[in-house]
């Protein structure tokens, strides 16, 4: 009989603590790549992964669990980081969807198996902020981490006891410090998701008293790290911890249409209500108007006006080569109708 | 002025010793930080009523949008 978990069982003092647990992943980018990793190999006993995207050749250089065979299938992350992470550890049970995380896509998930844990896999304050919402609402914990450049910061937020992430920053941040616009090293996901893994570990195995209360920062360029103890921003009125919370991220009313991806120059068109594309169907129309397609089953991709387009079965498209999202809704339209 | 900032000693030089100018020296005014002086965390309406003074301990948290 193996016992992979041996080393593990030997820090912890205690036998398999997690494998029962289950553990919601919201982003399967570079954070949620690592922290998937992290997970499977400490045996969680159910993993779901939700994400938006597919693989891309930019994201190799810090997105572990991909491959170049990947990116050059143009597989969904979700769908390519369960493929990986089973070849890495079949005990756990590891579900992939492939969707714009918002309200119903992830209220749906919370519904039908709710998590011991959620973690912050994003790239976008947006989603954050419904995570948040989502945590004081089914009093679900999350771990809140970002990385940029050489920086990274991380907090544990507990619904009921810790401010959450509304009380820190009462507005919407800018998204002008994104990887857009100052890159990022991998060694800075790895710090971040070291620090939000060790987190989870904790919450997964019940060690409350051991999980941290503060908001940790770093920069690995200039080797600086801070903590800071957080309790006393936790806000009464809170809109979304309070007493009175209506959780507004939770609201549908709330959600963009259109959304710049981080990173990328291109910007993601989502239809206003849910629709199922049948993709084959769509390649052949597109052909038969003189426009080379290419589908994988999971999404199709073509050049459309000079841009390369990708557009997946619920509907959503993601438009190459721009950041003007009037210019990619008029393109969208022009498509979809 | 001597300081500690993120746990770093640094040396500077300030037109006002304010708060918000240290942010400013960091070109991190009006991004969404945190800043902590000397174990407290001083509330972002204080930032530019906040004296820095040699020897303060200073911690600066930038919340960041990447992942
Ligand atoms: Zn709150």
Redesign the pocket.
Known sequence: MHNRYSRQELFLKEKQPFANKHVLLVGAGALGSALAEMLVRAGIGRLTIIDRDYVDWTNLQRQQLYKEQDAQERLPKAEAAKKRLEEINSDVFISAVTADGGPEELSALMNAHLPDLLLDGTDNFETRFLINDLSQKYNVPWIYGACVGSQGISCVIVPGET??L??LLDVLPAEGMTCDTAGIIAPAVQMTTAIQGAEALKILAGRWEEVSRELVSFDLWKNTYSSIKIASL??AS?P???KEASHPYLSEANRTRTAVLCGRDTVQVRPSEERAFNLSQLALTMEQHGTKVKTNGFLLSAIVSGKRIVLFQDGRMLIHGTKNTADAKKLYQQLLG | MNIVINGKHEQVALSEPTLINLLAEYSLQGKSVIVEANGQIVPKDELASTNVKDGDRIEIVQFVGGG
């Open positions: 401010p959450c509304a009380c936790k806000k809170c979304s911890c309070g």
